[in-house]
């Protein structure tokens, strides 16, 4: 079992900038790919970035690559989330999520174990 719990959600103005992190605790950290989804109100959860098993890289989905940085700790079994030039279509309720996929897990039948979510409202 691994338990995992957001945080650093909030409200941001748009071009600002949020930090989202995600404390994973029970079985070992390092075992798992760990991803970061979003979801509106009336629409799948949908793949946001993750940070591969397999070598360790990041892979981003097209909406977030280049403004999105996902990053982790191992030391802390921490995963971080780092949104900058935010939107207002980022708006949304995030998840981290962990996978023990080799490859680069983006569906949501590919992870394990999700958190409870962090609300991000980004205004215009």
């Known amino acids: 079992q691994v338990q995992l719990v957001e945080s650093g959600g909030g409200l941001v103005q748009a071009g600002g900038s949020l930090r989202l992190s995600c404390a994973a605790s029970g079985r070992t950290f390092r075992d798992y790919a760990m991803g970061w989804f979003r979801q509106t109100p009336g629409k799948e959860r949908e793949f946001v970035a993750v940070?591969?098993?397999?070598?360790?890289?990041?892979y981003y989905a097209a909406s977030v690559k280049g403004r999105f940085t996902l990053s982790r700790d191992n030391a802390k079994n921490t995963v971080y989330l780092q949104m900058n030039s935010l939107k207002p279509e980022d708006t949304a309720v995030y998840y981290c999520?962990?996978?023990?996929?080799?490859?680069?897990?983006?569906?949501?039948?590919?992870?394990?174990?999700w958190g409870q979510g962090t609300q991000v409202t980004v205004s215009s």
């Open positions: 940070d591969r098993k397999s070598d360790d890289s990041t």
């Open positions: 999520a962990a996978s023990t996929y080799w490859g680069t897990p983006q569906k949501l039948a590919e992870y394990s174990y």
